[in-house]
Nanobody, 126 residues
Framework: QVQLVESGGGLVQAGGSLRLSCAASLRTFSNYALGWFRQAPGKEREFVAAISWISWSGGRTTYAEFAKGRFNISRENAKKTVYLQMNSLKPEDTAVYYC????????????????WGQGTQVTVSS
């Protein structure tokens, strides 16, 4: 069974940083695009960042507007792990963060993703 397991969430003060990790059991990890989404209490789930299966310069990436300049997505194919480095965190970043994967093509649409983790809580205090 395919499993994605997130870790690295926690409580951090505004302006601080966290790095989230997601370990995937995908058989051919390098052939999958990976994404991060988040959901705050009472809010809809929203796209954060994604990275393509293409390995040129670490792969192509795309970010939500709020994440540009603050968040960075990367992957280590040998470890079958995707990361989300979050800097300059704000209270509005508080949410459950999920990683997801799909075959090959990068996407910002949650409905395009086939496999999901259970999420990790990020809480940013002011």
């Amino acid at each position: 069974q395919v499993q994605l397991v997130e870790s690295g969430g926690g409580l951090v003060q505004a302006g601080g940083s966290l790095r989230l990790s997601c370990a995937a059991s995908l058989r051919t990890f390098s052939n999958y695009a990976l994404g991060w989404f988040r959901q705050a209490p009472g809010k809809e789930r929203e796209f954060v960042a994604a990275i393509s299966w293409i390995s040129w310069s670490g792969g192509r990436t795309t970010y939500a507007e709020f994440a540009k300049g603050r968040f960075n997505i990367s992957r280590e194919n040998a470890k079958k792990t995707v990361y989300l480095q979050m800097n300059s965190l704000k209270p509005e970043d508080t949410a459950v963060y999920y990683c997801a994967s799909r075959f090959q093509l990068i996407s910002a649409r949650e409905e395009d993703y086939d496999y999901w983790g259970q999420g990790t809580q990020v809480t940013v205090s002011s």
